[in-house]
C-alpha cells in the first residue's frame, strides 16, 4: 500500500461514517416518544425491541457529542445527544447514583447496577456532552460518576459477584482498560494529580500485571496476587480487548512522549494478532484458552465487528507512530477482512456477528450489546489516522509522537 492511497482510504471511512453509519442511526434509533435511543434494529432499521440498555444510550451520547465536538458541528447530532442525556439523567441511577444496566422503554428500571461499565459510559458520554454545551450539570454528572468507578474499582460488581470469597479470587482486565482511555476523555474534569495518578495505576495494571511477559499476551483474568490461574477464566484470551487497550495506551504513549510504552505496545499487539488471527478461514477470533484448549465461552470462534475495528485502529496507530511495515501488512489485512465481510451493502451501517467461515451469523444492526459506538469510532479513528498519514508523508515527523 502507497501513502497516496491513504487519501482515498481517508475519503473512504469519512464518507462511510457521514453518510451511512451516522444517518442510519438519526433515522431509526431516536425515541422521540419517550427520550432515549432504540438500539435493538434489525438490518434494515427496524426496532425489534424497545428496552434501553444504559451503556449503549450513555456510549451513543458519547458518539453523538463527538463527533459534534471533533468532526462537524451538525445541530441534529447535539440535539440528540442532549435528549438522550437528559432521558439517562432522569432514569439511569439509582438512588446510591449507580447507573442501571436497561430500563424499558420509559424510564423504569429492568435490570439493577449489577457493574460498573453502564457508570464508565456514562462518565465519558456526560463528560464529552459537557464539552460540547458548556453545561455544568452535564459535568458533574460525569465528575460524580467518575468518583463513584474509583471508590468502587476494587469491588466492581459489589454485592452482585457469583464468586465465593476466598477460594479462587480473581479480579478482570475491563476496567483498568477502559479507565486508560476513560481519564484522557475526561481530563479536562480532572486535577492533573489525579489525571496522573488514574494513568499510573492503570497503565500499570494492563502491562505489568495482566499482560505476561512469559506468554506473550494479555489475560482477560489474573489472582488478587497478579499471578495466573490455571483455569477456564485464567487461561481466557480476548484479541479483541488486548488490541483496545494497546491503541488506548499508545495514546497515553504519545501524551507521554514515551517512545519505549509504544513500541512496546506494538510488540504485545503483534504477538496478539499472531496468535488471534484464524489460519484457516481469516478474521479474528473472539475468545482463545492460552494453552489452546477448549473455551468456554460457545461463541469463541464467532467474528465480531468491535474486534475487527480495534485492530484496524490500534494497526493503524501502531504504523502511524511508527513505521513499522509489519503493523501496516496486519492494517492491510484486516481492512479487507472488515470491508469484505461486515459491510452491508445493501442497507448500511456493519453486522455485527459472523460465524468462523465469515458469512453472517445474525444480520442486526444493533441489540443489547451492539449500539452506536464502536463503527462510528473507529471510522472517526480511522479517517484521522489515514489522513495524518497522507498529510505528512514527506514530512521527517511523519513517524513521530
Excluded at 434509533?29 to 425491541?49: A, H, K, M, N
Excluded at 464468586?163 to 479470587?169: C, I, L, S
Excluded at 499482560?211 to 483474568?221: D, F
Excluded at 511508527?322 to 442497507?347: P, R
Aim: contains cysteine; charged residues 20%.
Amino acid at each position: 500500500m502507497q501513502t497516496k492511497d491513504f487519501e482515498q482510504r481517508a475519503i473512504l471511512y469519512k464518507s462511510y461514517l457521514l453518510d451511512n453509519v451516522m444517518p442510519f442511526w438519526m433515522e431509526h434509533s431516536i425515541d422521540q416518544e419517550y427520550g432515549g435511543f432504540f438500539t435493538c434494529l434489525d438490518r434494515t432499521g427496524r426496532v425489534y425491541d424497545k428496552d434501553k440498555f444504559i451503556w449503549l444510550q450513555c456510549r451513543q451520547v458519547w458518539t453523538l457529542s463527538m463527533l459534534y465536538n471533533n468532526l462537524e458541528s451538525h445541530t441534529s447530532w447535539l440535539d440528540a445527544a442532549i435528549a438522550g442525556a437528559e432521558f439517562l439523567a432522569r432514569y439511569g441511577r439509582n438512588r446510591s447514583g449507580d447507573w442501571y444496566f436497561s430500563l424499558d422503554r420509559k424510564g423504569r428500571p429492568l435490570v439493577a447496577a449489577y457493574n460498573i461499565f453502564s457508570d464508565c459510559f456514562a462518565t465519558m458520554g456526560f463528560a464529552q456532552l459537557y464539552k460540547a454545551t458548556g453545561n455544568s450539570t452535564y459535568g458533574e454528572i460525569a465528575k460524580q460518576t467518575f468518583d463513584n468507578i474509583l471508590a468502587r474499582k476494587n469491588n466492581p460488581k459489589g454485592g452482585f459477584s457469583k464468586q465465593v470469597a476466598g477460594t479462587r479470587d480473581l479480579k478482570g482486565f475491563s476496567l483498568p482498560m477502559i479507565l486508560c482511555n476513560l481519564v484522557l476523555e475526561i481530563e479536562h474534569l480532572l486535577s492533573p494529580d489525579m489525571v496522573q495518578q488514574t494513568l499510573e495505576f492503570g497503565v500499570n495494571e494492563v502491562m505489568e500485571v495482566f499482560y505476561k511477559e512469559e506468554h506473550g499476551l494479555i489475560l482477560e483474568n489474573v489472582g488478587l496476587q497478579n499471578e495466573w490461574v490455571d483455569s477456564f477464566e485464567g487461561r481466557l484470551i480476548n484479541p479483541g480487548h488486548g488490541l483496545e487497550a494497546m491503541w488506548f495506551i499508545m495514546d497515553i504513549a504519545s501524551k507521554c512522549n514515551n517512545k519505549a510504552l509504544i513500541e512496546k505496545c506494538i510488540d504485545i499487539s503483534l504477538k496478539i494478532l499472531d496468535f488471534g488471527w484464524d489460519p484457516v478461514h481469516g478474521g479474528l477470533f473472539y475468545f482463545k484458552d492460552l494453552r489452546g484448549y477448549p473455551p468456554q465461552q460457545l461463541e469463541w470462534d464467532q467474528k465480531l465487528w468491535w474486534v475487527h475495528l480495534e485492530a484496524m485502529i490500534n494497526t493503524l496507530k501502531a504504523y502511524r507512530l511508527s513505521g513499522n511495515q509489519l503493523c501496516l501488512a496486519w492494517y492491510e489485512k484486516l481492512h479487507e477482512y472488515t470491508w469484505k465481510h461486515f459491510v452491508d451493502k445493501e442497507h448500511g451501517e456493519m453486522f455485527g456477528y459472523l460465524n468462523r467461515q465469515g458469512n453472517v451469523l445474525l444480520n442486526l444492526k444493533g441489540g443489547k450489546w451492539k449500539g452506536c459506538f464502536h463503527v462510528p469510532r473507529a471510522l472517526y479513528q480511522l479517517t484521522k489516522l489515514s489522513q495524518e498519514i497522507f498529510t505528512y508523508a514527506h514530512s521527517p515527523s511523519l513517524m513521530s509522537i
